[in-house]
């Protein structure tokens, strides 16, 4: 059972804490919290693991974000006996192939950077640089899609892009379809890059996924501020 009580198990990096911690106090969180306990009373699966849940806090430090990708829910499938899931979007972890979306964007970086990018879908190397790969929904229900959606997960990762669009400047959010351009309705365009496009899904990434350079849009703006562009390559 996660226990969302970052205060007491150290689940969430300090820098986060300090920005978004009094969301574990308010009522939506308690109730969040009491639907993640029955799920696993009831002998629900949950994805990622425990100890994953926050991983994107915590391999990107509320001071060191650059970067922000946001997805939607986490993968909800397991191979080779483990989760596809691991805290960060779009991310499986190292020897799980990779899924469909995830090669699209990997396609993309390559065509925009001339990068021959490996089968390694484990993005943690580009959480460490500063790209915070956030979920909307940070759990989900094995083998059920959306099966966490609208349980209060929306409104914690809401207060962590509020925090960042308010408390930074020259940011880059990367928001790949409806959801995402939905969710990140509130960033300052004035203050911040704001890149949008089609999901990458195979669904539609040929409507506009591919082609769009937004890689390398990214290391422009971030050269242009004066930081470190990203290093692309896994």
């Given at each position: ?9 150290g689940?969430l990096?300090?820098?986060w804490?300090?920005?978004i ?5 308010k ?29 994107a806090?915590?391999?990107?430090p509320?001071?060191?974000?650059r ?8 993968y909800h499938?397991?191979?080779k006996?483990?989760?596809q899931a691991h ?22 970086i ?10 390694n ?5 580009w959480?460490?640089?500063?790209i ?12 059920k ?6 349980k209060?997960w929306e409104?914690?990762?809401d ?19 409806s959801?995402?351009?939905k969710k ?18 195979p ?9 769009n ?22």
């Amino acid at each position: 059972m996660p226990d969302l009580s970052p205060q007491k198990n150290g689940q969430l990096h300090p820098s986060w804490q300090a920005v978004i911690g009094d969301e574990f106090k308010k009522p939506y969180m308690q109730n969040l919290k009491g639907f993640l306990k029955q799920e696993k009373a009831d002998g629900k699966v949950i994805y990622p693991p425990s100890p994953l849940i926050f991983n994107a806090f915590n391999h990107t430090p509320f001071d060191q974000v650059r970067v922000v990708i946001i997805g939607q829910d986490p993968y909800h499938g397991q191979e080779k006996g483990q989760p596809q899931a691991h805290g960060l979007s779009f991310s499986v972890p190292q020897g799980v192939d990779l899924p469909p979306s995830l090669q699209n964007i990997f396609k993309e970086i390559s065509a925009d950077l001339n990068i021959q990018m490996s089968r390694n879908g484990d993005l943690t190397p580009w959480a460490d640089q500063g790209i915070l790969l956030l979920n909307a929904t940070l759990t989900v229900e094995q083998a059920k899609a959306g099966s966490h959606q609208n349980k209060g997960w929306e409104q914690f990762t809401d207060a962590a892009i509020s925090a960042l669009n308010k408390h930074h400047d020259g940011l880059v959010f990367v928001l790949w379809g409806s959801y995402a351009q939905k969710k990140g309705s509130m960033i300052d365009i004035q203050r911040h890059l704001v890149l949008k496009s089609v999901h990458p899904s195979p669904l539609s990434a040929h409507r506009g996924f591919f082609g769009n350079h937004q890689f390398s849009s990214i290391n422009h703006y971030l050269s242009q501020h004066g930081k470190t562009p990203i290093n692309w390559a896994l």
